[in-house]
Antibody, heavy 122, light 106 residues
Framework: EVQLVESGGGFVQPGRSLRLSCAAS????????MHWVRQAPGKGLEWVSG????????GYADSVKGRFTISRDNANNSLYLQMNSLRVEDTALYYC???????????????WGQGSLVTVSS | SYELTQPPSVSVSLGQTASITCSGD??????ACWYQQRPGQSPVVVIY???KRPSGIPERFSGSNSGNTATLTISGTQAMDEADYYC?????????FGGGTNLTVL
């Protein structure tokens, strides 16, 4: 059974940093691209970042470029999102999602975690 | 940046066919997928690569994509299909989601 478990969310002041983690199990992690998708309270889905199976291709939404860094550790089946210079508008539930394929150009995300809530407020 | 437009809401009678559209410039040249999100739950992919249905997704879900419009069709809509639905494509090295459509089953 595929499982994606996010952790690391919490309450943080604007300008501070947080690191999200996603522990994956139930599939061959290094065969697939992975993504972070967020959802602000009561709003729609927003893609944040993606990384190919071998970290060779990485992409970011314009809204987080230069502030967030995605990475993965295939030896430990883990995905990460380092979030710096956090803003109030980054407040959201952050989902870790598995791609259907190994490349970053996703044609579908077939498994999602339950999400990790990040609240940015003074 | 690329934009996808969905109607905010669609209503359908129980057992009838629901169609949810997603519009974007030359959308038919890209692969579209669709996600269902029930209240308080994580999204679930119901259609990927325009027309493919993942295992476990009922046959009543189908997709099409041509021109500037992708369509998710739910035949014989059931009460459990009441949810938010999002379309998504890949464009210029980013994933783009539509704004979402709330499907109400009457």
């Amino acid at each position: 059974e595929v499982q994606l478990v996010e952790s690391g969310g919490g309450f943080v002041q604007p300008g501070r940093s947080l690191r999200l983690s996603c522990a994956a199990s139930g599939f061959t992690f290094d065969d697939y691209a992975m993504h972070w998708v967020r959802q602000a309270p009561g709003k729609g889905l927003e893609w944040v970042s993606g990384i190919s199976w071998n970290s060779g291709s990485i992409g970011y939404a314009d809204s987080v470029k230069g502030r967030f860094t995605i990475s993965r550790d295939n030896a430990n089946n883990s995905l990460y999102l380092q979030m710096n210079s956090l803003r109030v508008e980054d407040t959201a539930l952050y989902y870790c999602a598995k791609d259907i394929s190994g490349g970053m150009a996703t044609t579908g995300l077939d498994y999602w975690g339950q999400g990790s809530l990040v609240t940015v407020s003074s | 940046s690329y934009e996808l437009t969905q109607p905010p809401s669609v209503s359908v009678s129980l057992g009838q066919t629901a169609s949810i559209t997603c519009s974007g410039d030359k959308l038919g040249d890209k692969y579209a997928c669709w996600y269902q999100q029930r209240p308080g739950q994580s999204p679930v992919v119901v259609i990927y690569q325009d027309t493919k249905r993942p295992s476990g997704i009922p046959e009543r879900f189908s997709g099409s994509n041509s021109g500037n419009t992708a369509t998710l069709t739910i035949s014989g809509t059931q009460a459990m299909d009441e949810a938010d639905y999002y379309c998504q494509v890949w464009d210029s090295s980013t994933a783009v989601f539509g704004g979402g459509t709330n499907l109400t089953v009457l």
